[in-house]
């Protein structure tokens, strides 16, 4: 596959409905070569839009480096789809060509049933074993084992020697001296190497000013390291021993530092540490629900000093008291589907062309948090008005439909902004907030009004 091809360069509605047509005429060799045109980043987005079987199919016409960068691009999700059904030696032959981090960090986001079947037949597996003892979010599960080191008495035309004869994917932008203890204490810059006399030791010419991490460190203080001194690349060593164990490089650092972001983004949300859009409607609506469950008492906390202060309302006008938490929650629920719908439209996950199936998911979540929190809300106006089953309902049903409005509010106005060249993340906060004080308290109040109406 070029490696100059364009992010996303032609995934639109027409591009992925010509795949699918394709898929159903069965014309494999046109697909072969449709799929070869493009990226790897962008077949493993475009593997998003179809079903596990399809997924599978097309995987399955990759050449066997190209199945293996795909593995790593794609979402954990279809990872798992993919591993799940494709042919194990088709399997084999991807996860043969990655380094033993990307093996390690594929496999290690499987189930172990599913971990087991991918390790089975690869030569590196003892390897990937050492490497998925890491906690991932640690220095030591960054870290790759395929770079050079060198003890300092050898030549630099030793250490050219050593590092041509090394393995294609090893990295050598540093050389990395060891003592006897295999503890490292210098640097050899490649160009540095490349430039010295050939028979100057290593170790007269190594920058001594290194820095190393511990395996245990957490990875956001790695990216911190690496970030403060400028470096392409730190060595990993054992917290007990300092023996290097292996080195991590600037670009899985960064990768590192996206993902500590896009989870704190999400968390600060109420949302999933992982990307919400690659998880199944059921499991992000768990992944919301229990906060959205704790900003209910504090609306109903209003609720009820309204009430201390000599506010107790009956019939239609009670629905006032409920009032706080419909805001509260439109609010909650709206931000959580603009934040998902803000990052996807940065990373390129959401596109235009997928805009229908990104809203009806969020649909899909909002239905399910918003029988939840609705039957709470109900249970609640049932417990404090008299045990009026009728009330209870008008409630629930509300509360429902206003959080409906407020997933649908927050998922549009991203894609709307984004669609006429406005940023979202700039515009979609005052717009979203505006609009869910509005239509939520209209939705709530108008259509509670009219049910407690026809309950009589």
Known sequence: MPDSSPPNPTLDVAFVAGIRRLLEEGRREELARRLDNLHPSDVADLLGDFSTDEKVALFS???????????????????????????????????????????????????????????????????????????????????????????ANITCREAVDRASGASETTHRNYLYIIDEASRPIGRLPIERLIFSSPDTPVGTVMETDLHAVPTDMDREQVAEVVRRY??????????????????????????????????????????AARDPLHMSIGRRAIARLPWLLITLAPGFLVGQIMRWLGYDPGGTTALLLFVPVMIEMAGNVSLQSSTVMVRGLAMGDV????????????IGVAVLVGLVCGLVSGLVG???????????????????????????????????????????????????????????????????????HLFG
């Open 230 to 271: 400028d470096l392409l690349s730190v060595p990993a060593v054992d917290p007990a021993t300092g023996a290097v164990q292996g080195i991590i490089t600037i670009d899985d650092v960064l990768d590192a530092a996206d993902e500590e972001a896009a989870e704190d983004m999400y968390r600060m949300a109420g949302t």
């Open 61 to 151: 016409l990759l050449e066997a480096d190209d199945a293996a960068d795909v593995l790593v691009e794609t979402d954990a999700e279809t990872r798992e789809d993919i591993i799940e059904s494709v042919q194990p030696e088709k399997l084999r032959t991807a996860l043969a060509q990655l380094e033993p981090d990307e093996a390690a960090d594929v496999i290690g986001e499987l189930e172990p049933r599913e971990a087991a079947k991918a390790l089975a037949g690869l030569e590196d597996r003892d390897e990937i074993k050492r490497l998925l003892e890491y906690p991932p979010d640690t220095a030591g599960g960054l870290m790759t084992t395929e770079f050079v080191v060198l003890p």
């Open 382 to 452: 049932y417990v404090f008005f008299g045990h009026d089953i009728g009330f209870a309902v008008v409630v629930a049903f509300s509360m429902l439909c206003g959080i409906l409005s407020a997933a649908v509010t927050g998922t549009v106005i991203p894609l709307a902004c984004n669609r006429v060249g406005v940023d979202p993340a700039l515009a979609s906060g005052p717009f979203v907030t505006s609009l869910n004080d509005i239509t939520g308290t209209l939705i709530y109040l108008g259509l509670g009004a009219r049910l407690l």
């Open 351 to 362: 596109r235009l062309g997928r805009a229908g199936s990104v809203l009806a998911n969020e």
